[in-house]
């Protein structure tokens, strides 16, 4: 093979490592904050749709709703609300048509963490200048194309 066959594996021309390495990064800045509130990242993302859905909650807040929302299936999701459940910080209910249907509410608890996480967020943000805020919205729009066309 020449050079040029093989340059397309290197580490450092693929995308997919760039992505899981960025990945990777940020969960490792949002640890401190994290641990802090007693979070895992998989459980604060969970969080972020729950706080989503008290504004503009989807026509049934199942786990399969949340599930779809968060590209991640009821077996990886199940243990992550059954230990928020726990926590005291989310409300799971049988659905009484459909006992398979898991409803999915914030408790009290739940809800007023989201005032907590508002300013360690701020922080986090402040380590950036607004031309990097402004860098990373691109990137993060560029990614939603990117997750669009991989799920076609």
Known sequence: MST???AGLQLDNQLCFKLYAASRAVIRAYKPMLDGLGLTYSQYLVMLVLWEW???????PTLKALGQRLQ??????TPLLKRLEQMGLVQRRRAQ???REVHLALSEAGRALQGQVLPLKAQLLCQFDDQDLLEMEGLRRSLDRLLARLSE
């Not at 008290?54 to 049934?60: F, G, L």
């Not at 991640?72 to 999701?77: A, F, I, K, N, Q």
């Open 4 to 6: 040029f066959d093989t």
């Open 54 to 60: 008290q504004e503009r909650a989807p026509e049934q």
């Open 72 to 77: 991640l299936d009821s077996g990886t999701l």
């Open 97 to 99: 048509v459909d006992e």
